[in-house]
């Protein structure tokens, strides 16, 4: 399901690429089609400073989605600005929008590794009950 | 479970492993006997050692040396974690965080503690810190498609 919802998501951003890219040659780039843009922009600038995070830095999880949540919001203000998304009587929202996208990211981080651990737990006890049944049965014999 | 052994002259030493399906128990079995005459040299105060992958419990670095715990004993290791990483691949050897390598053989329970801590309980009763980053990679040991 993972893999699907993944391939997914890599398809309808090639799809929308390719179709805006297609749209430049007929209509020029418009609002719409710019804000696209800037938003895989964007998501590539968060992917790289996340990514150099993760293997650069290792804290509890809470500090670690604090920090993170610090980082990204520094991102987006400085790009929202730069690119004309936030103006000074509103750039709070950007604060706003992170904190939701990041609570969601938290409980979803949470539930996966919780599945992640009982599912760990069962197989090694899984293998405890197999080593033992193996050293009962287990029968030698010299040909 | 039926071992037999049988003497065949002027023959390097032969396993066959007969098995009604490839479950998870028998590519275990498999990946011992494998690794069975990899080890490693480990140096103590008094003496060197030669010490067998399923002996190992854990590689752990400190300060940028290299130690390796097995049940009951602490030796350095010459030699980085990535070369241990690579010398151990397909093995039930893992890196848990930035700095251990655990050996899954003696995991016997992985634990949640305070602040979303991981904690993998040992064999020996000792606890090792687990990054929640590796948790995937200790997964993928345990699925079936091994």
Redesign the interface.
């Known amino acids: 399901m993972k893999k699907i919802i993944r391939d997914t998501c890599i398809l309808a951003s090639i799809m929308i690429l390719t179709v805006f890219a297609i749209s430049i040659l007929w209509s020029g780039i418009t609002g719409e089609i710019l804000l696209v843009f800037e938003l895989f922009g964007l998501s590539f600038l968060l992917t790289v400073v996340i990514h150099a995070f993760d293997s650069m830095v290792s804290l509890p999880i809470l500090y670690c989605y604090f920090v993170k949540y610090l980082l990204v919001t520094c991102v987006v203000l400085v790009f929202g600005f730069i690119v004309g998304w936030f103006y000074r009587s509103n750039f709070w929202m950007v604060f706003l929008y992170v904190a939701i996208v990041f609570a969601a990211a938290y409980l979803l981080d949470m539930l996966v590794t919780q599945r992640d651990v009982e599912y760990i737990n069962e197989r090694l006890k899984e293998r405890e009950r197999a080593d033992s049944t193996s050293v009962d049965k287990s029968d030698r014999s010299v040909v | ?6 003497k065949v002259e002027n023959q390097p030493l032969t396993i066959i492993v007969e098995y009604p399906e490839l479950d ?2 028998t590519q ?1 079995i498999l990946g011992r006997i494998e690794h069975l005459e990899t080890s490693f040299v480990g140096r103590s105060e008094e003496r060197s050692a030669r010490i067998s992958v399923s002996e190992i419990y854990y590689f752990e670095t400190v300060d940028r040396k290299v130690f390796l715990y097995t049940k009951d004993e602490i030796y350095r290791f010459d030699g980085s974690m990535a070369q241990i990483e690579e010398a151990l691949e397909h093995t039930e050897l893992v890196r848990v ?2 700095t251990c390598i655990m050996n899954t053989e003696h ?6 503690i305070k ?4 904690e993998a309980v040992l064999d020996n009763e000792e606890k090792i810190i687990v ?3 590796y ?2 990679d ?2 993928k040991l ?1 699925t079936s498609s091994r």
């Open positions: 479970m039926r071992i037999i052994t049988r998870c128990a275990r965080s930035r995991l016997k329970e992985i634990r949640q602040n979303s801590h991981l990054s929640r980053k948790l995937p200790i997964k345990f």
